[in-house]
């Protein structure tokens, strides 16, 4: 179709003879077709890469948002983005901070109420006495139970250490590893397991084969079991009988606290003098009597030599009461005062020439007091004999003795010392 204006007309000569394609409407139907081809050809022209300012979409029907800008989510945004495109699906929140991904997050004081499942392996922090519920069973290394008995460590089934009274369950135990107190509630506990078979304590001694006469049970080393057994007559030493036997030998006692009515010696261990001094230390507090000997004792010098008693808070040097009496053939007597310790010797016999001999005997009087009473020589060398008699209030437990001079000076060059107590 050739261009036509608005104003053309279609029945012109003209036209009806240039060949043109002839048309014949009505007027107003050539204007309204008119105007419509122009719209449509003006809209083509403007739908590639158009430039709009400040239009008012509306609501298109389809688009493509790749190159858009500047949407405010806050106010542009409809609906809930959901999780399959990157949202979360829901919209509230709890909390605050940062969003939590699942791979390694962290979380700050978080709350998590009742977890469904989780491992706490690296979990620290957790108040036990709030924040558990329930009894840890054994199994999992607990108790099993929510109390307890007594006090002190929890304990365990290997080689235990028990304070203080133990109550003995009703299972059937053994003796033979109880020791260092009092078990009350056994009895009848076989001689295999450590016992004596008994409910009494004649009987017991009786299995035990300490009632000397006839018809005792003993042990047989040979045949490894208890036999009957004819034994010498005699008295019991036992548990509930505490009596002295009868022409019997004890060898090497050991004897603990006060012994009451038991005479019993013990020696001490001979010492080779030299130096100053010589102490006898450790010395038992039930003892009630000491002998001091000597044996070719004699000094560098003229001091004479003394005997001291101590405590644990020393040796006393002082408080000593008594005489030393020298008695020599055809000589006066020579009578010495004593005050810083017993005497053995005055100054005329402690010759560094002559030896001595003899012992002193210290005996118990009460309250810790002691008398002091002795008998010297010094054989061959000379005639002369030396006695002495004396007392010491030591005002605590004696537990040591000293041998030395007055003067503490002079030193010993020859003999030995030794003692012996009871």
């Given at each position: 179709?050739?261009?036509?204006?608005?104003?053309?007309?279609?029945?012109?000569?003209?036209?009806?003879?240039?060949?043109?394609?002839?048309?014949?409407?009505?007027?107003?139907?050539?204007?309204?077709?008119?105007?419509n081809?122009?719209?449509?050809?003006?809209?083509?022209?403007?739908l590639?890469?158009?430039?709009?300012?400040?239009?008012?979409?509306?609501?298109?029907?389809?688009?493509?948002?790749?190159?858009?800008?500047?949407?405010?989510?806050?106010?542009?945004?409809?609906?809930?983005?959901?999780?399959?495109?990157?949202?979360?699906?829901?919209?509230?929140?709890?909390?605050?901070?940062?969003?939590?991904?699942?791979?390694?997050?962290?979380?700050?004081?978080?709350?998590?109420?009742?977890?469904?499942?989780?491992?706490?392996?690296?979990?620290?922090?957790?108040?036990?006495?709030?924040?558990?519920?329930?009894?840890?069973?054994v199994?999992?290394?607990?108790?099993?139970?929510?109390?307890?008995t007594?006090?002190?460590?929890?304990?365990?089934?290997?080689?235990?250490?028990?304070?203080?009274?133990?109550?003995?369950?009703?299972?059937?135990?053994?003796?033979?590893?109880?020791?260092g107190?009092?078990?009350?509630?056994?009895?009848?506990?076989?001689?295999?397991?450590?016992?004596?078979?008994?409910?009494?304590?004649?009987d017991?001694?009786?299995?035990?084969?300490?009632?000397?006469g006839?018809?005792?049970?003993?042990?047989?080393?040979d045949?490894?079991?208890?036999?009957?057994?004819?034994?010498?007559?005699?008295?019991v030493?036992?548990?509930?009988?505490?009596?002295?036997?009868?022409?019997?030998?004890?060898?090497?006692?050991?004897?603990d606290?006060?012994?009451?009515?038991?005479?019993?010696?013990?020696?001490?261990?001979?010492?080779?003098?030299s130096?100053?001094?010589?102490?006898?230390?450790?010395?038992?507090?039930?003892?009630?009597?000491?002998?001091?000997?000597?044996?070719?004792?004699?000094?560098?010098?003229?001091?004479?030599?003394?005997?001291?008693?101590?405590?644990?808070?020393?040796?006393?040097?002082?408080?000593?009461?008594?005489?030393?009496?020298?008695?020599?053939q055809?000589?006066?007597?020579?009578?010495?005062?004593?005050?810083?310790?017993?005497?053995?010797?005055?100054?005329?016999?402690?010759?560094?020439?002559?030896?001595?001999?003899?012992?002193?005997?210290?005996?118990?009087?009460?309250?810790?007091?002691?008398?002091?009473?002795?008998?010297?020589?010094?054989?061959?060398?000379?005639?002369?004999?030396?006695?002495?008699?004396?007392?010491?209030?030591?005002?605590?437990?004696?537990?040591?003795?000293?041998?030395?001079?007055?003067?503490?000076?002079?030193?010993?060059?020859?003999?030995?010392?030794?003692?012996?107590?009871?």
């Amino acid at each position: 179709m050739s261009n036509y204006t608005k104003s053309t007309n279609f029945a012109t000569k003209d036209n009806l003879t240039s060949g043109n394609p002839l048309k014949i409407v009505k007027g107003t139907e050539i204007d309204t077709e008119f105007n419509n081809i122009q719209t449509a050809v003006a809209t083509k022209a403007d739908l590639v890469s158009p430039s709009l300012t400040t239009p008012a979409l509306g609501t298109p029907a389809s688009g493509v948002m790749t190159n858009v800008t500047g949407l405010p989510l806050t106010t542009g945004v409809t609906g809930t983005l959901p999780v399959a495109n990157g949202g979360t699906g829901v919209t509230t929140s709890t909390g605050s901070g940062n969003n939590v991904l699942s791979t390694s997050p962290t979380l700050v004081t978080p709350v998590l109420g009742t977890p469904a499942s989780g491992t706490l392996t690296n979990a620290t922090g957790l108040p036990l006495t709030t924040g558990v519920t329930g009894t840890l069973p054994v199994a999992n290394g607990g108790t099993g139970v929510t109390s307890s008995t007594g006090s002190g460590n929890t304990v365990l089934s290997a080689s235990p250490t028990f304070s203080g009274t133990v109550v003995i369950p009703t299972a059937t135990i053994t003796t033979a590893n109880i020791s260092g107190g009092t078990i009350t509630g056994i009895t009848d506990i076989t001689v295999a397991d450590g016992g004596t078979g008994a409910s009494n304590a004649a009987d017991a001694r009786t299995n035990l084969g300490l009632v000397i006469g006839t018809n005792v049970q003993a042990w047989d080393a040979d045949l490894d079991t208890w036999a009957t057994k004819t034994a010498p007559s005699g008295t019991v030493v036992g548990t509930s009988d505490t009596q002295t036997l009868t022409n019997k030998t004890l060898t090497s006692p050991a004897i603990d606290g006060t012994p009451t009515g038991v005479g019993v010696l013990t020696s001490g261990t001979a010492v080779s003098v030299s130096g100053t001094s010589v102490d006898f230390t450790s010395i038992p507090s039930w003892v009630k009597r000491i002998t001091v000997m000597f044996n070719g004792v004699s000094t560098n010098s003229t001091s004479p030599i003394i005997v001291q008693l101590g405590t644990s808070s020393g040796v006393q040097t002082s408080g000593y009461i008594g005489t030393m009496n020298q008695n020599q053939q055809s000589q006066n007597n020579v009578v010495t005062t004593l005050s810083s310790g017993f005497t053995i010797v005055d100054a005329t016999g402690a010759l560094a020439s002559q030896t001595m001999y003899g012992a002193m005997t210290l005996t118990f009087f009460s309250s810790n007091d002691f008398m002091a009473s002795g008998l010297f020589g010094s054989p061959p060398a000379t005639t002369r004999m030396f006695s002495l008699a004396g007392y010491k209030s030591l005002g605590a437990t004696l537990d040591r003795v000293r041998i030395t001079t007055v003067n503490g000076t002079d030193t010993f060059d020859a003999g030995s010392v030794n003692i012996i107590f009871e």
